[in-house]
């Protein structure tokens, strides 16, 4: 009888850390997929997003490319303190690419009448 109760605890142990393990792990898969998820984009693999993204780098050189070639002939007609490269274009499509917020509608308080 006690060597009954000896198997029974044991396999009731082994049982229980074999189930502590099945859940650690899976614990540690999902975690690992989420991580796996959240780093790898998935979204690149798209076409309308590879062409998005393309085009958007394409115009960033052209900016560029347009900035250098007012600084080289700025040089060669010896005007460098009067030019500035910032311009009011770049700041405007800064302001562009923020998210829009949503805004709160505002109740319209209907004026009493008296009565």
């Known amino acids: 009888m006690n060597n009954t109760s000896f198997i029974t605890n044991y396999l009731k142990n082994n049982s229980e850390t074999e189930l502590i393990d099945l859940v650690q792990s899976s614990c540690s898969l999902v975690v690992t997929l989420m991580i796996f998820v959240k780093v790898f984009d998935f979204s690149s693999y798209f076409s309308s ?9 394409k115009e960033k050189e052209k900016r560029e490319f347009e ?14 303190d009067v ?9 405007e499509k800064e302001d562009d690419n923020r998210l829009k917020m949503t805004r709160k509608k505002k109740k319209q308080t209907l004026p009493e009448s008296k009565v």
């Not at 062409?51 to 780098?57: E, F, G, I, Q, V």
């Not at 900035?67 to 460098?80: D, G, P, Q, R, T």
């Not at 030019?83 to 700041?91: A, G, I, P, V």
């Open 49 to 57: 997003v590879k062409a998005h993204r393309l085009k958007a780098k």
């Open 67 to 80: 900035k250098m070639k007012v600084l080289f002939e700025a040089m060669k007609n010896n005007e460098l």
């Open 83 to 91: 030019l500035s490269l910032s311009t009011d274009d770049d700041e």
